[in-house]
C-alpha cells in the first residue's frame, strides 16, 4: 500500500496514554499529523494532560482524544473514522501484577482482533503499525548469539516444557511473548486476506528514556528498577545478564517513519535494540553510567553475587545481543546515545517525584 503522509489525512494511535504510545503520539505530532489518541479513561488528568499539552507546543500537528477499550468490539470505529494509519500501541500489560497471564494472553489476543475489525470497518488505512516485542524474537540460544528480525520466538522451541499453552494461566513473561507472536502472524494475515492496507511491526527490548507522565513509571519495569538504582537500591533486575536499550523517543519515531516509508511491505518487522554495543552493558556498567551522570546521588549497583559470576565466566551472561541496524539503513532512523537514554530517563522521574534519590 502506499506511504502516508500527513496531508492524507488523520491518523490513530491506541494505547496512547502508555509509555511507548505517548511517545508515538509526540513523533507524529512533530511531522505535523492530526493525532487520534485512544485512551481508556478520559478523565485521568495523568493520562490526558501530557497529550493535550503537545496542542500548546509549537509542533505543527494536533491531537484529539478519543475514548478506546481494547476488550470492547467496536470500540475503535469511531476513532478510526477517515484515518490512514492505526499505530496499535496498547496492550494489557502484567507490570505491579495489573493483569494476571491469562489476562495478558487474552487481552493482546482479543484486542488486537478488536482494532483489526474496527479498521476493517472504516475502510481508509493503509498502514497499520503493531507494537509487538522482542518477546517475540527471543528464543534459547548460546551467549553471544546476535538476534536478528528474521528470529522468532517459537524458534528452538522443540519439546520446550517452558513454552506451551498449558503454561499460559502460570507464566506471565512466557504469555505475553507467546500472544506478541500470535499477534504479528493474525495482523499480517489479516491485511493479506484484506488487501487494503499493509501491517508492519515494531518489536523493542528494554525501553528506557524520558517519562511524559508519572503513570509511565510501571512497577517492576525497566525505568522502575532504574529509578531504584538512583533511589540507591540494588538493582535486582537483569543483573546476570546484559541490558540491551532502546530509547523510548527511537521507538516512538521509527513507527512514525514507518507508515511515511516507500519500502515497507506488509509482514515486514524491526526489532528495535541497542545501536551497537553501547548499549548493551551490564548492571556494573550501567551503575558507572548513572554515578557519571548524576554525581550528586549515591547510586546502587548490583548484588555482590555478579563479581562471583564475572570471576568465573569472565563476565555476565551475553546476551541478549540485538542490535536496530535494519530500522536505522531502512527508515533512516537516528538513534540517542545511551547517556542520553540514560539521562533523560532518570532526570524525569526525579522531576515527575517518582524517585527520592539518595543525595550523597
Given at each position: ?8 489525512g ?6 496512547a496514554?502508555g ?6 503520539v509526540?513523533?507524529l505530532?512533530?511531522?505535523g499529523?492530526?493525532?487520534?489518541a ?26 484529539k ?5 481494547l ?5 475503535y470505529d469511531?476513532?478510526f ?10 496492550t494489557?500489560?502484567?507490570?505491579g501484577?495489573?493483569?494476571n497471564?491469562r489476562?495478558?494472553?487474552d ?6 482482533k478488536?482494532?483489526l475489525?474496527?479498521?476493517?470497518k ?18 534459547p540460544?548460546?551467549p553471544?548469539?546476535v538476534?536478528t ?5 517459537t524458534d ?13 494461566d502460570v ?8 500472544a ?7 495482523a ?6 484484506d ?7 515494531v518489536c ?8 511524559l507522565s508519572r503513570v509511565h ?6 525505568q ?13 533486575r537483569?543483573?546476570?545478564a546484559l ?18 516509508s516507500?519500502v ?9 535494540s ?9 548492571a ?18 548490583p ?12 563476565a555476565v551472561f551475553?546476551a ?7 530500522a536505522?539503513?531502512e527508515?533512516g532512523?537516528k ?5 542520553d ?7 524525569t ?5 517518582l524517585?527520592n534519590?539518595?543525595?550523597?
Amino acid at each position: 500500500m502506499p506511504a502516508v503522509r500527513a496531508s492524507d489525512g488523520p491518523v490513530a494511535v491506541t494505547g496512547a496514554s502508555g509509555y511507548v504510545g505517548s511517545h508515538v503520539v509526540v513523533a507524529l505530532v512533530k511531522k505535523g499529523y492530526t493525532v487520534h489518541a485512544c485512551v481508556t479513561q478520559l478523565d485521568n488528568p495523568d493520562k490526558t494532560e501530557h497529550l493535550l499539552a503537545l496542542n500548546k507546543s509549537d509542533y505543527p500537528g494536533i491531537v484529539k482524544l478519543f475514548s478506546g477499550n481494547l476488550l470492547q468490539e467496536g470500540s475503535y470505529d469511531t476513532p478510526f473514522t477517515d484515518c490512514t494509519a492505526v499505530l496499535h500501541a496498547g496492550t494489557p500489560m502484567g507490570y505491579g501484577r495489573a493483569n494476571n497471564p491469562r489476562q495478558i494472553y487474552d487481552g493482546a489476543i482479543n484486542g488486537t482482533k478488536n482494532v483489526l475489525n474496527s479498521v476493517k470497518k472504516v475502510d481508509t488505512v493503509r498502514r497499520f503499525i503493531y507494537t509487538s516485542s522482542f518477546s517475540a524474537i527471543h528464543h534459547p540460544m548460546k551467549p553471544g548469539y546476535v538476534f536478528t528480525e528474521k528470529d522468532w520466538a517459537t524458534d528452538n522451541r522443540e519439546n520446550d516444557p517452558n513454552w506451551t499453552k498449558d503454561r499460559i494461566d502460570v507464566d506471565g513473561d512466557m504469555a505475553y511473548s507467546m500472544a506478541k507472536v500470535e499477534c504479528e502472524h493474525m495482523a499480517n494475515q489479516f491485511a493479506e486476506k484484506d488487501g487494503r492496507f499493509d501491517v508492519i511491526s515494531v518489536c523493542p527490548i528494554a525501553v528506557l528514556g524520558p517519562l511524559l507522565s508519572r503513570v509511565h513509571e510501571r512497577m517492576y519495569s525497566w525505568q522502575w528498577f532504574l529509578g531504584r538504582m538512583l533511589a540507591g537500591e540494588p538493582c535486582e533486575r537483569q543483573w546476570n545478564a546484559l541490558w540491551n536499550i532502546v530509547d523510548v523517543r527511537d521507538v516512538g519515531e521509527s513507527q512514525a517513519l514507518m507508515i511515511e516509508s516507500d519500502v515497507c511491505k506488509n509482514g515486514w518487522r524491526y526489532q528495535l535494540s541497542a545501536t551497537d554495543e553501547s548499549g548493551e552493558i551490564d548492571a556494573l556498567q550501567l551503575q558507572a553510567h548513572l554515578q557519571k551522570l548524576f554525581p550528586h546521588i549515591n547510586v546502587g549497583g548490583p548484588p555482590d553475587e555478579i563479581h562471583k559470576k564475572i570471576e568465573k565466566y569472565g563476565a555476565v551472561f551475553q546476551a541478549p545481543i540485538a542490535h536496530c541496524d535494519k530500522a536505522r539503513e531502512e527508515l533512516g532512523l537516528k538513534t540517542h546515545t545511551i547517556e542520553d537514554t540514560l539521562y533523560e530517563t532518570g532526570k524525569t522521574m526525579i522531576d515527575l517525584g517518582l524517585v527520592n534519590p539518595a543525595l550523597k
